[in-house]
C-alpha cells in the first residue's frame, strides 16, 4: 500500500510541477513577441474588395473591386509583420515614387487569438482587423466602417 501512495504523490508532484510550467511560460498578453502563423512572411495583396459597393474613386460610380482601382506601382507592395511586432511595408519592384525606400518600418501590431483581432498602427492611427483565414500560403483580413450615411461596409484582403 505505502508503495502506491508513493508512486501517486510523485505523479501528483509531476502534475504540479507540468501546471506551474505551463502557467508561467510568457503569453501572447505580455506583448514581448508575438507569432501567428502570418508572421514573418511577406505578403502580396491577391484581391480587395468591398461589400456594399462604395465610390472608392469618386467617380460616380460604386465599385467593389478595389484592388482594379489601384496603381499597378500599388498592387506589387509587400507587408511583412515581423514576430517583433513590427511591421515592414516594401514597395515591390514598381516603385510610386523613385524616391521612396524600398523597404521600411511603418509601425506595430498586436494579434489577440482569441477573438482573432489583429491591430494594425501606423501614422498615428489603429485598425482593428478581424483574421478570416491564416495559413501557410493565405491570409485573409477584414474591415468594418460606417460611412457617413451611416452604411456599414465590409472591405475583405486577402493576401498569398
Not at 24 to 33: H, L
Not at 142 to 147: L, V
Request: aromatic residues 8%.
Amino acid at each position: 500500500m505505502k508503495h502506491n501512495v508513493n508512486t501517486v504523490f510523485f505523479y501528483m508532484i509531476i502534475m504540479a510541477v507540468t501546471i506551474l510550467y505551463i502557467s508561467c511560460t510568457p503569453s501572447d498578453a505580455n506583448g514581448i513577441k508575438q507569432s501567428a502563423s502570418f508572421t514573418g512572411k511577406s505578403w502580396k495583396l491577391h484581391s480587395l474588395s468591398v461589400a456594399p459597393a462604395i465610390d472608392w474613386d469618386v467617380d460616380g460610380k460604386k465599385e467593389t473591386d478595389i484592388l482594379a482601382k489601384m496603381e499597378d506601382c500599388e498592387k506589387d507592395d509587400l507587408l511583412l509583420l515581423r514576430n517583433n511586432n513590427t511591421i515592414v511595408r516594401n514597395a515591390g519592384k514598381l516603385k510610386c515614387d523613385q524616391d521612396d525606400e524600398q523597404e521600411k518600418e511603418t509601425g506595430s501590431w498586436s494579434y489577440d487569438k482569441a477573438s482573432k483581432k489583429l491591430t494594425i498602427k501606423e501614422d498615428n492611427d489603429a485598425q482593428v482587423l478581424n483574421v478570416v483565414e491564416s495559413s501557410g500560403n493565405r491570409f485573409v483580413v477584414t474591415y468594418t466602417w460606417k460611412a457617413t450615411n451611416g452604411t456599414s461596409h465590409q472591405m475583405t484582403a486577402v493576401y498569398n
